[in-house]
């Protein structure tokens, strides 16, 4: 079992920036895929981004690339999400995820395990 506790979201102004961190905590021993995803309601959910625990590859979902930095503090078993450049448009609440690698390539596609509670995520133009 794996927790997960997200924080640093908040309000901005479009062109600003914010930080997302994602604890984790509980059976953090094995590798993992640890993920972000966004949701707006009446709307699906959409991968942000993604990162393999043991390895440190990353991917982006096409939406957020250039913008947004995925990052890890293994020491700390945590996630960062470094937004930059932020627009109306990805305002959201942010979910992080996570699940076991089995070996494979991290995607957006796989289907997680462990959620988070979430954390907003509002920009304003």
């Known amino acids: 079992q794996v927790q997960l506790l997200e924080s640093g979201g908040g309000s901005v102004q479009a062109g600003g920036s914010l930080r997302l961190s994602c604890a984790a905590s509980?059976?953090?021993?094995?590798?993992?895929?640890m993920a972000w995803f966004r949701q707006v309601p009446e709307k699906e959910r959409e991968g942000v981004a993604v990162?393999?625990?043991?390895?440190?590859?990353?991917s982006y979902g096409d939406s957020v690339k250039g913008r947004f930095t995925i990052s890890q503090d293994t020491s700390k078993n945590t996630v960062y999400l470094q937004m930059n450049g932020l627009k109306p448009e990805d305002t959201a609440m942010y979910y992080c995820?996570?699940?076991?690698?089995?070996?494979?390539?991290?995607?957006?596609?796989?289907?997680?395990?462990?959620w988070g509670q979430g954390t907003q995520v509002t920009v304003s133009s």
């Open positions: 995820a996570a699940v076991s690698t089995y070996g494979l390539a991290c995607s957006l596609s796989f289907n997680y395990a462990y």
């Open positions: 990162i393999n625990t043991g390895a440190g590859a990353m």
């Open positions: 509980g059976s953090t021993d094995s590798r993992y895929c």
